[in-house]
């Protein structure tokens, strides 16, 4: 079992730019969210998806969003980059259902670098 | 999500007992309280979780106060490998919940 997989593992982005992150869940995981890690703080919850969805969201703006794909994968897009906006992003999958377990997997992360 | 309170920073010699404390004073009688920690460079890992009974697994052992206000991590022999930030959290134990992470403890483990 690969476990939960991040692409790509760096990125250097110009101010102004658009970004896109890809996340693969684990085997049997449906839900995927999504995290921001700025240098020295815990994780923030950005969003999370399930069914395609978008089913919880964080206190971040617009320009961040994402998709889920039918195979479970999911997309994190930033637009409009702010130097702010540098930070490593978190991946997490969990299951929906049975297994009697709800802990999430996360991914290495995405070191994202904007200047 | 009630809020948790944890130590900055620990430090704990290799081979003794390393000891996390985390205090949630507002916590819910349906919330459970989950440990995660953060190897530096590489994602949070999931340690523990447990609601009001004492806790072990092959990683560490979860002990609650009856009131539940306050928990301790134990890892019994800590290596230089456990050397990494350790977050409490305290959620709803649901099929997708969120993860809501303070700044948790950065423990040290020393030669």
């Known amino acids: 079992d690969a476990g939960v997989t991040q692409s790509p593992t760096h990125l250097i982005k110009t101010r102004g730019q658009q970004v896109t992150l890809r996340c693969s869940p684990k085997s049997g995981h449906d839900t995927v969210s999504w995290y921001q890690q700025a240098l020295g703080q815990g994780p923030q919850f950005i969003f999370q998806y399930y069914e395609e969805e978008e089913r919880q969201r964080g206190n971040f703006p617009d320009r961040f969003s994402g998709h889920q794909f039918p195979n479970y994968s999911s997309e994190l897009n930033v637009n409009a980059l702010l130097l702010g906006d540098s930070a490593l992003y978190l991946c997490?999958?969990?299951?929906?259902?049975?297994?009697?377990?709800?802990?999430?997997?996360f991914g290495q992360g995405t070191r994202l670098t904007v200047v | 999500d009630a809020k948790t309170t944890q130590p900055t920073s620990m430090d704990c010699a290799e081979g003794r007992a390393a000891n996390l404390p985390c205090n949630h004073s507002?916590?819910?009688?349906?919330?459970?309280v989950y440990w995660y920690r953060q190897i530096h460079s590489q994602g949070p890992q999931y340690i523990i979780h447990?609601?009001?009974n004492n806790e072990t697994n092959e990683m560490a052992s979860l002990i609650i106060t009856e009131d539940r206000k306050s928990s301790t991590l134990i890892l019994p022999h800590a290596t230089l490998r456990d050397t990494a930030v350790y977050y409490c959290i305290v959620r709803v134990w649901e099929y997708g919940n969120k993860l809501v992470f303070g700044a948790g403890t950065i423990l040290r483990v020393k030669s």
């Open positions: 447990g609601l009001k």
């Open positions: 507002t916590i819910s009688g349906n919330e459970y």
């Open positions: 997490a999958s969990s299951p929906s259902v049975g297994g009697g377990t709800t802990e999430a997997f």
